[in-house]
């Protein structure tokens, strides 16, 4: 979900613009950034209607919001924040769990900086099925750095946590998904 094609100065300024009331903004802002935070929201749920309803309702808190952005983190963080929270209070009070399936598409794609192990070496349904018995922190944070290509900073922001909590998660994650893997590996033996 590599959303930074978009000129830095352009999106800014669309906020701005929203803040200051222009719907025409809200459109092109949607335009932009429709598909990406749609995806996003569609790992989060498996229900198509309600990442659609998230995302209606992550656009309503752009526009009631966009006077908050404080440019201190990009724009396509502050919007993946929005979602995330949208998502996370609907579901919460509709008591359904958090889910992260649909990154597995993508992410055996990716190959992580670790030099011994390589992701896109696994088979795709084995490294779903791992991906699957991960904890949601785990796959959350995975699908954050490698599925969205966000920075630690930037997931950071997103999660509401610091820098190194970041990094110890992703690393926590990646040993665990490591684990997983070398014991499906066993049992083939």
Excluded: C
Excluded at 30 to 58: H, I, K, M, S, V
Excluded at 105 to 122: H, K, N, Q, V
């Amino acid at each position: 979900m590599d959303m930074s094609m978009q000129p830095v100065a352009d999106d800014r300024q669309l906020l701005r613009d929203i803040a200051a009331g222009s719907r025409q903004a809200l459109s092109e802002l949607y335009t932009r950034y429709q598909r990406p935070l749609f995806n996003y929201l569609l790992q989060l749920t498996p229900d198509y209607g309600l990442a659609e309803e998230l995302l209606q309702d992550t656009l309503v808190a752009i526009w009631k919001s966009a006077h908050s952005f404080e440019e201190r983190s990009s724009v396509q963080t502050w919007l993946i924040g929005i979602a995330r929270r949208q998502a996370h209070n609907t579901l919460r009070q509709r008591k359904i769990p958090l889910t992260y399936e649909s990154e597995m598409e993508t992410m055996a794609d990716i190959e992580p900086e670790s030099g011994d192990f390589t992701l896109a070496t696994i088979a795709r349904e084995e490294l779903a099925a791992a991906f699957k018995q991960l904890a949601p922190v785990h796959r959350e944070i995975l699908a954050l750095i490698f599925v969205h290509e966000l920075s630690y900073a930037e997931a950071a922001t997103i999660l509401g946590v610091p820098v190194g909590t970041v990094k110890s998660r992703l690393s926590n994650a990646r040993r665990a998904l490591r684990s997983l893997l070398d014991a499906r590996e066993e049992l083939k033996k």
